[in-house]
Antibody, heavy 130, light 109 residues
Framework: QVTLKESGPALVAPTQTLTLTCVLS??????????VSWIRQTPGKALEWLAR???????FYRPSLKTRLSISKDTSKNQVVLTMTNMDPEDTGSYFC??????????????????????WGQGTLVTVSS | EIVLTQSPGTLSLSPGERATLSCRAS???????LAWYQQKPGQALRLLIF???NRATGIPDRFSGSGSGTDFTLTISGLEPEDFAVYYC??????????FGQGTKLEIK
């Protein structure tokens, strides 16, 4: 059974750094084509994709937040970590991790079908306040 | 950035009725890149439809997706009590890689 579970502090002070962990179960991020993203849901901006890390350690970030975000993986622990620096009250919201699974298309030589999130964690609520 | 606009914001219907949810993209996207999700309070988001019209594993056939270019639709035929939730469309693109619509709340009339 594929599951993802987020954890992290419920309360973060403004200007501090947020560190979130996503523990993966039922699949491995070392499997070809596997990708894990972080997505947040804030009152002001609904669902917002933040970052993605792939099985081959490729990393992608939301351009507007790129300078504040860092994503990494620990394959031995089967987990993904997101850090966000300089937290602001506008960053208050629920943070989710989600899997997208690509499959290799021999004809094109590319991975396909990784365009959506087939499994999500339940999310962790983060409040930014002093 | 491709912007997805969902309408209506809220849809009030009764069980048994048909729901039609719209998702409009600010420019044309590949039908491979459009997905729909369901969100209920306190639960993980659930993938319903991928590639515009393909039902995800375990999704009942009362859920269907259609569309192309900039206009996409999620249809729920014969609403069940458990279908009342918030629905989001999502597209895959570049910079940022993924964007979501603002959601449609389907509520019991």
């Amino acid at each position: 059974q594929v599951t993802l579970k987020e954890s992290g502090p419920a309360l973060v002070a403004p200007t501090q750094t947020l560190t979130l962990t996503c523990v993966l179960s039922g699949f491995s991020l070392s499997t070809d084509g596997t990708r894990v993203s972080w997505i947040r849901q804030t009152p002001g901006k609904a669902l917002e994709w933040l970052a993605r890390i792939d099985w081959d350690d490729d990393k992608f970030y939301r351009p507007s937040l790129k300078t504040r975000l860092s994503i990494s993986k620990d394959t031995s622990k089967n987990q993904v970590v997101l850090t966000m620096t300089n937290m602001d009250p506008e960053d208050t919201g629920s943070y989710f991790c989600a899997r997208s699974q690509g499959s290799y298309d021999r004809a094109s030589g590319y991975y396909i079908n990784h365009y959506y999130f087939d499994h999500w964690g339940q999310g962790t609520l983060v409040t930014v306040s002093s | 950035e491709i912007v997805l606009t969902q309408s209506p914001g809220t849809l009030s219907l009764s069980p048994g009725e048909r729901a039609t949810l719209s998702c409009r993209a600010s420019r044309s996207i590949s039908s491979d890149y459009l997905a729909w999700y369901q969100q209920k309070p306190g639960q993980a988001l659930r993938l319903l439809i991928f590639g515009t019209s393909n039902r995800a594993t375990g999704i009942p056939d009362r859920f269907s997706g259609s569309g192309s270019g900039t206009d996409f639709t999620l249809t729920i035929s014969g609403l069940e009590p458990e279908d009342f939730a918030v629905y989001y469309c999502q597209q895959y693109g570049r910079a940022p890689l993924y964007t979501f619509g603002q959601g449609t709340k389907l509520e019991i009339k």
